[in-house]
């Protein structure tokens, strides 16, 4: 089965149930319980039993976003007809999403929350 992204743990319990036992997946959910609560019957790795459900992460360019690498944008031809020449180091980056995992994502952003808003100054004293 090939779905979007890792499953929830209440997903993941009809994916098992369901007698499903490959799963990849393209995007990451950082925040699933599926491995904690279901430890039992999912795995992230080859089991050599077979009897648990492995989730895989999809390694390649996802089908949305194969467009978006491969197209050519630049002129490929100056004004003459000579092929222009592009060094790597000059080419722009494609893909525009952040590199960190969503947890390190969130301890960035609440650090430049506190740093530009200030503290939480919630009291519940009153």
Known sequence: MAIHTFPC??????????????V??????EKSLALDLHSDAISQTDSPTNDKLVLKNFEG????????????????K????????YELPTSNQVEPHQLDCYVDYEVKVADFANKT???DSYSTDT
């Open 61 to 76: 360019v996802s089908p949305n976003k194969y467009a978006e690498f491969f197209i050519y944008r630049r002129a490929r």
């Open 78 to 85: 100056d004004n003459k007809g000579q092929v222009i020449s």
């Open 117 to 119: 808003v200030g503290e």
């Open 24 to 29: 990849v997946y393209i995007e990451p959910y």
């Open 9 to 22: 743990h209440n997903c993941a319990r009809h994916i098992v149930a369901a007698g499903i036992t490959h």
